[in-house]
């Protein structure tokens, strides 16, 4: 593996490149732009997890962190902003086509959670983007709009509105965490939902915590979301040969739903929705039998299509 610091217009991208065994820089590789979830990093699921076995399997992983997050810069920290995080594909995308050793026709993605939906948005119009796949794909503006504003963007935008003034006029910002401390923490504030509680025996213990990946958002920065669809036009421009995976087990954040949406609205000529049973959400990020599951639809897909 190898960290790399990729140049964008105001700062640079932090990356991990995965190399595949016995990797011959003089050689032609098929590459895929891994892309992490909301609140995460490229240490975690996006990297470790499918980078890692994607690369094992003769591809070129890039896993990258978004801009204003994890190792990447960008001031202030914490912005969890679509259009920028629809950009830095772009501006991995134009990294990895200046490599020798990366077919430049042969580049595909993949996007968990939140970054699925990104994935998802930036192939409608980033062509050099040959091949889409996700796993646990959530369309962020929805959910914004939706559960993280208590289905009531309005005021939340209000919020916002009154936030982002008092910080212009020197308050210190306002970082929220995402998730509660721990699992008995939730429990004990009422929450049942199983994402809510997956999410944090995931990002508050050993099993899946980085330093990098702190699942927080500048509450300020959050109006954009708000206003923002990753899957607007899709029926017209997404085009590409198409994999959405998710499990069956329904949670608050909504990625069944999405990866049902998509795949119908999705005017890929080649789309394929493989929903695995018994599954839910988080148990995609880690645990061995889902994972695998799903690599052995992934690392078919992408020897195909790319």
């Known amino acids: 593996m190898n960290n790399v610091k990729i140049q964008a217009p105001y700062w640079t991208i932090a990356a991990n490149i995965y190399y595949p065994p016995q990797f011959d820089a003089s050689q032609k590789y098929p590459a895929i732009i891994a892309a992490h979830p909301i609140g995460s990093c490229k240490e975690q699921t996006s990297g470790q997890i499918y980078g890692q076995a994607l690369a094992e399997s003769g591809f070129v992983v890039i896993a990258f962190d978004a801009s204003f997050q994890g190792q990447s810069g960008g001031e202030p920290r914490f912005v969890e902003n679509p259009t920028l995080r629809v950009e830095d594909f772009r501006i991995v995308t134009d990294y990895l086509v200046t490599l020798d050793y990366v077919d430049e026709h042969k580049i595909g993605v993949l996007g968990i959670c939140g970054g699925g939906g990104y994935a998802l948005n930036v192939a409608l119009t980033e062509k050099r983007i040959k091949a889409v796949a996700t796993v646990d794909a959530v369309n962020f503006g929805r959910l914004s709009r939706e559960a993280f504003s208590?289905?009531?963007?309005?005021?939340?935008?209000?919020?916002?509105?009154?936030?982002?003034?008092?910080?212009?006029?020197?308050?210190?910002?306002?970082?929220?965490?995402?998730?509660?401390?721990?699992?008995?923490?939730?429990?004990?504030?009422?929450?049942?939902?199983?994402?809510?509680?997956?999410?944090?025996?995931?990002?508050?213990?050993?099993?899946?915590?980085?330093?990098?990946?702190?699942?927080?958002?500048?509450?300020?920065?959050?109006?954009?979301?708000?206003?923002?669809?990753?899957?607007?036009?899709?029926?017209?421009?997404?085009?590409?040969?198409?994999?959405?995976?998710?499990?069956?087990?329904?949670?608050?954040?909504?990625?069944?739903?999405?990866?049902?949406?998509?795949?119908?609205?999705?005017?890929?000529?080649?789309?394929?929705?493989?929903?695995?049973?018994?599954?839910?959400?988080?148990?995609?990020?880690?645990?061995?039998?889902?994972?695998?599951?799903?690599?052995?639809?992934?690392?078919?897909?992408?020897?195909?299509?790319?």
């Open 150 to 306: 208590g289905w009531d963007p309005l005021t939340k935008l209000e919020q916002i509105a009154t936030q982002r003034t008092a910080e212009a006029r020197g308050q210190c910002p306002r970082v929220d965490d995402l998730l509660p401390p721990s699992v008995a923490d939730a429990k004990a504030a009422g929450l049942t939902d199983i994402d809510v509680l997956e999410a944090t025996d995931y990002y508050k213990t050993a099993r899946g915590q980085s330093p990098q990946g702190q699942a927080k958002v500048l509450f300020s920065q959050s109006a954009v979301s708000i206003g923002w669809d990753a899957f607007h036009l899709a029926e017209v421009l997404l085009t590409q040969p198409l994999l959405i995976i998710a499990g069956d087990r329904v949670g608050g954040f909504g990625a069944y739903r999405d990866s049902l949406e998509i795949y119908g609205r999705a005017c890929s000529k080649q789309k394929e929705l493989f929903i695995l049973e018994n599954t839910s959400h988080y148990a995609l990020y880690d645990q061995d039998k889902p994972v695998t599951e799903a690599l052995e639809k992934l690392i078919p897909f992408y020897q195909k299509k790319l």
